[in-house]
């Protein structure tokens, strides 16, 4: 069961301790950054970033000199406008609120098409992936990073321990990516330490990836301090796989 987008839109509208309680979204915004700046872009770079957030890709690829005439998107218009703020009033850089699943952006063709952490929020990201490939000009590439099925495990484990059914959002496998034309899938695992579960959720939160899948029951008080217990009693570490996904559309041959 996916979570409903308006859902999504007020959590992420909310997240105002975003940046303080993100440290695994800007370690995979650099990767995902120096991946890009290591392909062979045009110098006039037409670059399109869906799901900004508060900025950490936008910024990193500006400190990887990945710049051009960029369209900078987001679901929510809050979000958008902290990236906005803090990337500075630099030109190259417009602004504008898109639902990068269901909208369609303006100034296309792009040369670049870009997502950090944003694509597990779709109801259908394989299908938006290949609606978005569209959008490439010519030797465009597409390179995002979303969130694969072991993002959480510890989280979950605690609560199949008690034999407890989690509210997390059932996030697709590699696998299902791989089915796109020409698609390369890597995946990685990040390792986020917390002080114990409730400093845990404390993050999740701040960062507006607390709502639950739309089937789940809320866990009674007394549950939920016994799966917290049990996420402490194994180390208050979770994981966060991250499936970066790259297509890229052929050039055009001249005879």
């Known amino acids: 069961m996916r979570v409903p987008r308006d859902q999504i839109a007020r959590a992420f509208s909310g997240a105002h301790g975003y940046e303080a309680h993100a440290p695994i979204q800007r370690e995979v915004a650099r990767a995902l950054a120096t991946r890009i700046a290591a392909l062979d872009l045009p110098c006039d770079l037409r670059g399109l970033e869906i799901g900004c957030g508060t900025g950490f890709l936008t910024r990193e690829l500006q400190a990887a000199h990945v710049t051009g005439d960029w369209l900078v998107t987001d679901l929510s218009p809050d979000m958008l406008a ?36 944003a694509l597990q929020w779709f109801t259908d990201a394989p299908a938006a992936l290949a609606r978005m490939a569209g959008w490439l000009a010519p030797g465009g590439h597409l390179v995002v990073t979303t969130l694969g099925p072991a993002t959480f495990a510890e989280w979950r484990a605690a609560h199949e321990a008690l034999g407890l059914t989690p509210g997390t959002p059932a996030f697709l496998p590699p696998e299902a990516y791989t089915q796109l034309p020409g698609a390369d899938v890597t995946v990685t695992h990040h390792v986020q330490r917390s002080a114990d579960a409730r400093a845990f959720l404390r993050s999740v939160k701040a960062i507006g990836a607390g709502t639950a899948h739309a089937a789940h029951t809320p866990l009674t008080p007394t549950q939920l301090r016994e799966v917290m217990a049990q996420f402490d009693i194994n180390g208050s570490t979770a994981t966060y796989e991250v499936v970066t996904i790259h297509l890229t559309r052929p050039s055009i041959r001249t005879r």
Do not use: I, N
């Open 82 to 117: 902290r990236c906005r703020a803090a990337l500075g009033e630099r030109s190259g850089h417009r602004f504008a609120p898109l639902d990068g699943e269901t909208g369609t952006p303006e100034g296309g063709p792009f040369d670049l098409l870009c997502s950090s952490l």
